[in-house]
């Protein structure tokens, strides 16, 4: 039997409330769809010593960056929106700490909603800090109201993508308002919503297990399809299956 891959997984933070003491957390969806795919998952906290970081990524075979709360636009630049909900400043420390490293080994990542805005970030790309306000003719992409609001799904030929959802109508859970911009060089958009709005984007680095998704296979909301996602990603670490050669 082969040896099962290592696949940290950081993890959301929320200070001391009234209610709580400080924690860290993460939905169970990201270390089950892990934990079925063939992998152990390692959950990480936001750490502050890199050389801390360094090491455990020393011991692990791939990592997970989860989604959650927006990134802080001012790091990269931006001026604040005022529709930007940032995360926990411990947390994107942590979380742009332990990207910087992801990327510099070209290390296997798989990363969700704000998790691939961050991966993208990190590789050099752009976002869009507020989807009503600069594409104002794109498709809702978040319901307040309805979490269990979808959309549709175009992928692109010869990717991870395509063989994970195949042929015919696809529908997957919609519930941001940021998306990629300007796309890393790293990385080739592997599956658009109908807007033209990026849902997908892959490694363009060979030998580089690279894999984000602005919607969340984690989810209750998920489907079937839409967990195999971490089956894919698994098989990509562990190199049961050849590497895909993705459609220019």
């Not at 990201?30 to 390692?42: K, M």
């Not at 790091?75 to 994107?92: K, L, N, T």
Request: glycine share 10%.
């Amino acid at each position: 039997m082969a040896v099962k891959p290592l696949i940290g997984i950081n993890t959301d933070y929320r200070g001391t409330r009234k209610e709580h003491a400080a924690l860290s957390f993460v939905a169970a969806g990201y270390y089950d769809g892990i934990t079925a795919a063939g992998g152990i998952p390692v959950i990480l906290p936001p750490l502050a010593e890199e050389d801390d970081v360094v090491r455990l990524l020393d011991m692990l075979d791939g990592v997970v960056l989860v989604g959650g709360a927006d990134l802080d636009p001012r790091r990269d630049g931006y001026m604040p929106h005022p529709a930007v909900r940032p995360m926990d400043a411990r947390r994107e420390d942590f979380d742009r700490m332990l990207a910087k490293h992801v990327c510099a080994r070209h290390m296997p990542v798989l990363a969700v909603g704000s998790g691939m805005q961050l991966l993208n970030i990190t590789e050099g790309g752009t976002l869009f800090l507020h989807i009503p306000e600069d594409l104002p003719k794109a498709i809702p992409h978040k319901d307040p109201i309805d979490q269990t609001h979808r959309h549709a799904l175009l992928v692109e030929p010869g990717s991870v993508m395509e063989r994970v959802y195949g042929d015919g109508e696809i529908r997957v859970n919609s519930m941001h308002h940021m998306a990629i911009d300007d796309v890393a060089g790293s990385f080739k958009v592997t599956a658009r919503a109908p807007d033209g709005v990026i849902e997908a984007i892959e490694s363009a680095v060979e030998g580089w297990v690279a894999i984000g998704t602005q919607f969340h296979p984690e989810a209750e909301t998920a489907s079937a399809l839409d967990v195999k996602i971490f089956e894919e990603f698994v098989i990509g670490i562990t190199g049961e299956v050849p590497e895909l050669k993705l459609v220019a």
